[in-house]
């Protein structure tokens, strides 16, 4: 189905009634002059009615121009006034991300370093039980070793009874 817009629907109304009025002087029995007269009232009508359809049409359309204006800005208003809210919250979510990546990389680097200093650490633990360790290793050695050259010269000492 075809929608009628206004402007449509006001130039049929316009010339709807600019026939009908014309088609009855021209019907009803009138002497010349007479329905010259009449026509030219009928025309002068019509020329104001139009031109007071016409004055309406443009001052309702200045209104809703303004309306649709008005609205069009407010509606920019907002739109830039929640921009700005987004803007600054993923502007603060930004530096708030920053910050905790920088605390964790100082704490990875400490941790880090922790670790070496104490992997240093346990090496040189590593090192001297390592080294008192072969020490008690080569004291146990030297021991037996000298208990076994005491017991050979034990025995060399000794004649054999048999």
Partial sequence: MAEINTKDFL????????????????????????????????AQSAKERTSNYA?????KGNEWASYAKEKSN??????????????GRVKE????????????????EELAQDLANDMKESGEEIDQTVQSEVKDI????????????????????????Y
Wanted: glycine share 8%; proline share 2%.
């Fill in 11 to 42: 130039i049929g109304t316009l010339i709807g009634g600019i026939v009908g009025a014309s088609a009855a002087l021209l019907t009803a029995p009138k002497a010349g002059k007479e329905l010259r007269t009449d026509l030219t009232d009928g």
């Fill in 55 to 59: 004055n309406n049409a443009y001052q």
């Fill in 74 to 87: 407010n509606i920019a208003q907002t739109v830039t006034d929640q921009s700005n809210q987004i803007y």
């Fill in 93 to 108: 979510a930004a530096g708030t991300l920053k910050k905790e990546a920088e605390d964790t990389q100082k704490t990875a």
């Fill in 138 to 161: 080569q004291q146990s050695i030297e021991e037996e070793a000298e208990q076994s050259l005491k017991g050979t010269e034990e025995n060399k000492e000794e004649p054999n009874r």
